[in-house]
């Protein structure tokens, strides 16, 4: 199992230009979520998943898109980026069974934002 | 709303145990965890606790929790130098909706050979 994969790695972008990131898990979970981390700061829910077709705003989610068209998949969309989403974005799944919500993290997105 | 904070550095010698704590303030959390983010890396879970305990040991790891005061703690024996990684702190409970998870600053091991 390759657990969370995200693509691409790393990226710069200048403003106002848009890019899709993607996430992708093959352990079957239902939920999904995307965080971004910032330094001192943690990680902040940008939106999230509970299962295929449905998504949900999280903590910061202004200025981001997203979209669960197969369970296995979870895109994060920048329309019009801007530098305050300069960030390293981590994907994440867990099973959403109701005991421990063990999330498993994909190895994060470097995104730059000029 | 709910809320977790940890200080955001320590530092020990190798050999030493490293004592990394956390607040919370949902009074309604179920479970708490303690995740490890190595450099350029995602998070990877280290270690979890349900609220109904007071602790769990699980080899050089020995988490702490005082439900009254909402302090957890993260205890590593004989800490290596391949123990230096960011510990990030997370809480579960229906204040958090149920099934968002709500994430500390992490804070940061150094750890000196």
């Known amino acids: 199992n390759a657990g969370v994969t995200q693509t691409p790695k790393f990226r710069v972008l200048k403003t106002g230009q848009s890019m899709t990131l993607l996430c992708a898990q093959d352990?079957?979970?239902?939920?999904m979520y995307w965080y971004r981390q910032d330094p001192g700061m943690g990680l902040r829910l940008i939106h999230y998943?509970?299962?295929?077709?449905?998504?949900a705003k999280g903590e910061v989610p202004d200025g981001y898109n997203v979209s669960r068209l197969k369970k296995q998949n979870f895109l994060l969309g920048l329309e019009s980026a801007a530098p305050s989403q300069t960030s390293v974005y981590f994907c994440?799944?867990?099973?959403?069974?109701?005991?421990?919500?063990?999330?498993?993290f994909g190895p994060g997105t470097r995104l730059t934002v000029l | 709303g709910e809320d977790v904070e940890q200080s955001l550095f320590l530092s020990v010698r190798e050999g030493d145990s490293s004592v990394i704590n956390c607040t919370y303030t949902d009074s309604s959390s179920t479970y708490l965890y303690w995740y490890k983010q190595e450099p350029g890396a995602g998070l990877q879970l280290l270690t979890y606790?349900?609220?109904?305990?007071d602790m769990k040991q699980d080899q050089r790891l020995t988490v702490l929790l005082n439900k009254k005061d909402k302090h957890l703690s993260l205890r590593i024996a004989d800490t290596q130098t391949g123990d230096s990684a960011i510990y990030f702190c997370?809480?579960?409970?229906?204040?958090?909706?149920?099934?968002?998870?709500?994430f500390g600053a992490g804070t940061r091991l150094f750890v000196k050979a």
């Open positions: 997370a809480e579960t409970g229906s204040g958090t909706g149920g099934f968002k998870t709500i």
């Open positions: 352990m079957n979970h239902e939920y």
């Open positions: 998943s509970v299962g295929e077709g449905t998504t």
């Open positions: 606790i349900f609220s109904n305990m």
């Open positions: 994440a799944s867990s099973t959403g069974q109701g005991t421990t919500d063990t999330q498993y």
